[in-house]
């Protein structure tokens, strides 16, 4: 299993296989993909989501007119096309990963928060799947006869799952992501964790919801199977982004930076961790915070970050980055800021901060002026 491919090879064939005319895209840029097709095209992961979800019939994020994805020429777009481009993409990746993401997702929320984790580790993937695909009125959560309230009110109830997956035993760290129906884990992931031996894999589960938390789930999930080792999970909303992603992963203690020390940042009495880079950069700040805290008042620059001077110049490390929100970057050598959105420049990435979303962050930073303080813990 290469990233990304969530989507099992005979569910992918099955849907192709009814394919109609809507599968075929013949237009008058056609003859144009094709003659682009024969030339050297570098595909990309979105590439692959777009026809993938093309395939399946499902919206796709951008305009997929004149786009050559007829890889084999035979003026359609189907699974072929989706294999062999698959196979362009994940030529260069390292498929031996320790680390698994399995996910069930109805409506597609938690399906994005996967894809998130999958860009973030280079994890393999895999998609449970009902044998009994779950229809828009299976789960109308105001029918109390409908399939998922009967499925929920009754914990022995186990949904078959399509195409499990022959085995788990070569990943030691297994990311569980899962909707919240009526407050707890779907029923079809009680099967799933039945189905397979946990007791020396490290779990972290993550699940999407309106408003429920994981609190419920978690505790079902630890008392359902012995797990070797169970970490807290976190529940994202259906308009969660990859920074908030990205800020959860961060804290997790797979992630240990090689440094011992942290960065402690207060903004307006909040004080905030932020992991520091292993560089010459970060090591030259955490000597000069030794001899004692650093209060930098900051100004807002252009609407994506937070820029003060420090009191001297510290060794840069440049090279071309594109920012996260809660980068902490050196800039010119005597300027630290701190973005809130994206930007690509030459910087010296000198940390992260740790557990704390982009909308979070903003709130924090505000709009003006702000004065921050640094320390080492």
């Not at 929320?109 to 299976?138: G, R």
Request: proline letters at 3%; charged letters at 25%; one cysteine or more.
């Amino acid at each position: 299993m290469n990233k990304l491919i969530s989507i099992l090879t005979s569910t992918v064939i099955a849907v192709s296989a009814m394919l109609t005319t809507s599968g075929t895209i013949k237009t008058s840029a056609y003859a144009d993909a094709v003659s682009a097709a024969t030339e050297k095209i570098t595909y990309t992961i979105q590439d692959v989501r777009n026809l993938q979800d093309f395939i399946l019939a499902k919206p796709t994020e951008e305009d997929l007119t004149g786009k050559p994805y007829d890889l084999n020429g035979d003026d359609r777009w189907d699974v072929f096309d989706l294999c062999m481009m698959k196979s362009e993409v994940f030529k260069d990746i390292d498929t031996d990963s320790d680390t698994l993401v399995i996910y069930f997702s109805r409506t597609g929320n938690t399906e994005k928060i996967a894809e998130y984790l999958i860009e973030l580790t280079n994890a393999d993937s895999y998609v449970i799947e009902a044998a009994v695909p779950y229809s828009d009125a299976d789960i109308k959560y105001q029918d109390d006869n409908c399939r998922a309230n009967k499925e929920q009110n009754d914990k022995s109830v186990r949904p078959e799952i399509a195409n499990p997956i022959a085995s788990i035993d070569s990943y030691d760290t297994i990311f569980l992501g899962y909707p919240i129906w009526w407050g707890q884990e779907p029923r079809i992931i009680d099967t799933f964790l039945e189905s397979y031996d946990f007791s020396d894999k490290t779990v972290i589960p993550f699940c999407t919801s309106a408003s429920s938390g994981i609190g419920t789930s978690e505790k079902n999930i630890k008392v359902l199977v012995p797990i070797g080792n169970q970490l807290e999970g976190r529940r994202f909303s259906a308009n969660a982004t990859k920074y908030d992603v990205k800020a959860w992963y961060d804290t997790l203690p797979l992630n240990e930076e090689k440094t011992d020390n942290k960065l402690k940042i207060t903004v307006n009495g909040k004080e905030l961790t932020a992991t520091l880079e292993d560089n010459s950069s970060a090591q030259a700040l955490t000597e000069l915070l030794k001899q004692g805290n650093i209060t930098v008042d900051m100004s807002d620059y252009g609407n994506f970050e937070k820029v003060g001077n420090l009191p001297q110049s510290l060794p840069k490390n440049d090279e071309k980055i594109t920012t996260v929100p809660g980068d902490i970057i050196l800039y010119q050598g005597n300027k630290i800021t701190i973005y809130y959105a994206e930007n690509t420049w030459d910087f010296t990435k000198l940390g992260h901060i740790n557990n704390i979303t982009q909308e979070e962050l903003k709130t924090l930073l505000g709009d003006g002026d702000v004065t921050v303080s640094l320390s080492i813990s």
